[in-house]
Each structure stands twice: as C-alpha cells, then as structure tokens.
C-alpha cells in the first residue's frame, strides 16, 4: 500500500490563486490536474474538449507542436524525463511567445517532483516581469487557432442550439415533434465530436480524475485518500463513468475498457 501525504486542500488556495499557469501530472506525463488560470487561458486558445485539460498528456503534447517550435519542445520534453525518471531534480526553461492581444511575453518553465507518495509532478509558467534579462532566446509560440471543426462546433453549440430551444413550444404539434427531433440529434452529435477530440470530454473534472487514476491502477481506498472522498464518494463517480461511457451492467472492469478508450 502506497502511503498518501499529498492532501489537496492544504495547497488548494495557493493553487487557484496563483497567477501563472500550474498543472500537477502523474509520473507518466498525465494531466491530473490544473489550475483556474491554466483553464481560462485553454478556453481563450481554443481547446474545446477539456478545458482543464485532464487526462492530456504533457510529453505527446510537446510532440503535436509546430515545425518552428520543434526545437525548443524537444528540449522541454527532454528536460521533464530527466525530472520524471529521477536524473534530474528540477528542470527550468525560459521561452517567448505572443498572446491573443499580439504582446510578446516572456515566461520561465518550472518542473519538479512533490515529496510524497504516489508520485506527483508540477509544472508552473510564470511570467517574468517586463525588462527581465533572459540568456535564452526561444521561439515565438502563436496562439492555437480554432480549428474549422472547434469553430463549427461552437456555432452548433452556440447559435443552432438555442434557437432550437427558443421554439420550444411555439410551434405546431408536428413541427415541435421534428424540432425536439433535431435539438436530440444536435446534442448527440456535439457530445459525440468533442468526445472524438478526447476521450474524458463528457466528464466532470473529478470524473476525469477518478477515470485517470482507475486506469492507472489505483485502487478505490486510494484514490479516496489522494482526493479526499470517501469510498462512497469514489462508488458514485464510478457508476457515473459507467453510464456516461455506456458500460453500466456490461461485464467489463472500468480499467480494462479505459485502457481500450485512452
């Protein structure tokens, strides 16, 4: 049995308040979680499955990056094995990228391992204060445009959708069947695409932590310990998972079909 000391609520005030990006990631690379400025800026840039961007992971994250970025990747991934394989025991990065409003900005990358048990890794980005000499020059990182599926889905979820709520009742009795019809048809194919974008998409965030951690082989008492529910709790979640993913009643463990799915 692993000994859990890691107790979220005791850093949680630091952790949502601090103004730079955090994410804390399993000894695989897995985002387990982040914080609400991480979240805010996934939303701005684009990311429409998960905005806290559990059950992602950093290292083939740093792989789908542009040709431009390549190099400056490749030696942010080296540098996070270092630390997650124990060679190294913190990695630092400075780099340079334009937000949405055009502004250069320069940020230094933090990782290193939590002492406690399982293992737990947090990365941060912090910006450095205008004027702060950097001895690294990095390539500039444009903001990730919407894709052409992101922006219809979007218009779908956005315009299509209320105004298919807008005529609820209004119209006459056949009309109104085709329109809950169509308002069915319209939810069951956003759900349906954002879960093609990724998996954990239709699941809360404490959803996508328990899937995360089932799949990675903890145990319910564990997880109950590492995020602080009780066993109840973890029962619920997991039933919910079930149903959402369409397996509840079907003969097959929770791990064994999240291993299928991620």
């Known amino acids: 049995m692993k000994k859990f000391t890691f107790k979220p609520k005791v850093y949680l005030d630091f952790f949502e308040s601090f103004p730079g ?20 800026a996934a939303l701005k ?13 950093y290292l083939k994250l740093l792989e789908q990056v542009s040709e431009e970025e390549k190099k400056d990747a490749e030696e942010t991934k080296w540098g996070l094995l270092e630390v997650l394989q ?33 293992k737990l890794f947090v990365i941060l980005h912090e910006e450095l204060p205008k004027g702060e000499p950097t001895q690294e020059t990095s390539s500039k990182e444009e903001p990730v445009s919407t894709s052409p599926s992101a922006e219809w889905i979007t218009f779908v979820d956005k315009v299509i959708n209320p105004f298919l709520e807008l005529l609820k009742g209004s119209l006459p009795t056949e009309l109104e069947t085709l329109r809950a019809h169509i308002s069915e048809e319209v939810k069951r194919f956003i759900g349906q695409t954002i879960r093609d974008i990724h998996p954990l998409a239709g699941l809360s965030t404490k959803e996508a932590q328990i899937a995360l951690m089932v799949r990675e082989g903890y145990s319910s008492e564990e997880i109950c310990k590492y995020l602080n529910l009780s066993k109840e709790a973890i029962n619920f979640y997991r ?12 003969k097959i463990s929770l791990k064994k079909y999240l291993d299928q799915l991620l």
């Open 86 to 118: 124990g060679r190294m025991p913190l990695f630092k990065k400075l780099y340079r990228f334009h937000d949405s409003n055009k502004t250069q900005k320069e940020y230094l990358l933090t990782f290193f391992r939590l002492t406690n048990e399982p």
């Open 239 to 250: 039933k919910r998972i079930r149903e959402k993913f369409g397996i509840k009643g079907k």
């Open 21 to 40: 990006y955090i994410a804390v990631l399993d000894e695989k690379g897995n985002i387990i979680a982040t914080n609400k400025t991480w979240q805010e």
């Open 45 to 57: 840039r684009g990311l429409i499955a998960r905005s806290d961007c559990i059950g992602y992971n």
